[in-house]
């Protein structure tokens, strides 16, 4: 379908777009989808994963995040999370629920529905700043949030050569790898 739509839009069948938006259902991994695209050669020519969003509903967001495992993996690898039915419940129920996303994944943003602007939805901003995760991080079902500084200005070979070693001691149980490192002609953004 993707292949189809970007066929079309490069042949003006289609009108030309920007951006496609793939909306998985509410326990769905999102992260086999985003790697299709990332290691097909046909897709990652025409396209480039953005954002991924994810919506908890602040109702039921600690008790779900404990029952399910597939939200706590969405929670895992999303960009931003948006919270949602904020104006159910009271500010110390919305505070207990972002602690929990944070505790899960401090490097991503959070917004409130309300304050949604659905024109910088999926944008990405123009500088990643690494977040230090505060005071005791929250671990459901085994998730385990990591914060490696790195200090030093690196080299894409010694990149490739740290990714390598983070798959190898890591394997399957490396959910997500994101950051920014400091290279030879600026900031890089690590995603994977």
């Known amino acids: 379908t993707l292949l189809a739509l970007c066929s079309g839009r490069a042949s003006g069948q289609l009108p030309a777009f920007k951006r496609i938006v793939i909306e998985a259902t509410g326990l769905a991994d999102p992260a086999p989808i985003s790697e299709v695209i990332r290691r097909s050669p046909l897709l ?47 500010r110390e129920a919305c505070k207990t629920v972002s602690e929990a996303v944070a505790g899960l994944n401090p490097i991503a943003d ?6 949604v602007d659905p024109t910088t939805l999926f944008d990405i901003p123009a500088s990643f700043l690494p977040v230090k995760p505060q005071g005791q991080t929250r671990h459901t ?22 990714i390598s070693v983070a798959i190898q001691l890591w394997g399957a149980d490396l959910i997500r790898c994101k ?10 953004l690590l995603q994977g």
Not at 44 to 53: A, E, N, T
Not at 152 to 158: P, Q, Y
């Open 44 to 90: 990652s020519h025409f396209l480039s994963v953005g954002r991924v969003i994810c919506t908890v509903d602040v109702e039921t967001g600690v008790e779900a995040i404990d029952a399910y495992v597939e939200i706590a993996l969405q929670l895992a690898v999303a960009d931003r999370v948006v919270l949602t039915k904020t104006d159910c419940v009271d």
């Open 110 to 115: 959070q917004v409130d529905v309300g304050d």
């Open 141 to 162: 079902h085994g998730i385990k949030t990591r914060h490696l500084p790195v200090e030093a200005t690196v080299t894409l070979s010694g990149l490739n050569a740290w």
């Open 179 to 188: 950051g920014v490192v400091s290279g030879p002609r600026g900031r890089w």
